[in-house]
């Protein structure tokens, strides 16, 4: 089946730091990404929705400004965290969707990211 | 707004032990539902779904039934394996498409022989 590389699988970072998080489709073209994310022991929740060449749509409560995402081409979004701090600590998950035809989603193994 | 609820854990069970992890949702209309499966180091992966009333989703010997009455999906297998130790994330989505999905909270379940 087709395959979502996400890296890095984990980071720690100093706050007021920025962490780059990339999202690869491997075997597929994607123009449709997802981020979203988990915090413990709540629900893993959409972040923002990222189209290949356009700006990415981002859900209610979720600053664009401080999670900026690029979804330059076919095979890569990235999530850059800018400015982190300890309560964005939490657990980051990408998916790609294959368009045409059967639409299914496929996920990468997610980054757990820990400020200090 | 949409919502699931899913049955915390962790869950231990032993091998052949009969497995069944409760999900229940609040949305308008039909949506379609999903149970999703994260083993150790992979991405999460479509283990079934069921897009309509009395549907059953079925998969590896998983099954999960959309009861619209009682609005659950709740997840069961017969005889777990160890191979079955993941994490198991309930879902829905709006009709028609998966775009938008909605998750539980996910449950750990480790089986031991």
């Known amino acids: 089946g087709a395959v979502v590389s996400q890296h890095p699988s984990w980071v720690i970072c100093k706050s007021g730091t920025s962490v780059k998080i990339e999202c690869r489709s491997l075997?597929?073209?994607?123009?449709?990404m997802f981020w979203y994310r988990q915090f413990p022991k709540q629900s893993l929740m959409l972040m923002a929705t990222?189209?290949?060449?356009?700006?990415?749509?981002?859900e209610q409560g979720v600053e664009k400004d401080k999670f900026l995402i690029n979804h330059a081409s076919l095979t890569l979004s990235t999530l850059t965290v800018t400015s982190a701090h300890p309560e964005d600590s939490s657990f980051y998950i990408c998916?790609?969707?294959?368009?045409?035809?059967?639409?299914?989603?496929?996920f990468g193994s997610g980054t757990q990211l820990s400020v200090l | 707004g949409d919502s699931v609820t899913q049955m915390e854990g962790p869950v231990t069970l032993s091998e052949e032990a009969f497995l069944t992890i409760n999900c229940t949702y609040t949305a308008t209309g039909y949506p379609s539902l999903f149970w999703y499966v994260q083993y150790p180091g992979e991405g999460l992966q479509l283990l079934l779904k069921a897009t309509k009333a009395d549907d059953k989703g079925s998969n590896k010997g998983f099954e999960a039934t959309y009861r619209k009455e009682t609005t659950s999906f709740h997840l069961e297998k017969g005889s777990v394996q160890v191979s079955d130790s993941a994490v198991y994330f309930c879902?829905?989505?709006?009709?028609?498409?998966?775009?938008?999905?909605?998750f539980g909270t996910g449950t750990r379940l480790t089986i031991i022989p």
């Open positions: 879902a829905l989505s709006p009709p028609f498409g998966n775009e938008k999905l909605t």
């Open positions: 075997d597929f073209q994607a123009t449709t």
């Open positions: 998916s790609a969707r294959v368009s045409g035809g059967d639409e299914k989603l496929f």
């Open positions: 990222s189209n290949e060449g356009s700006k990415a749509t981002y």
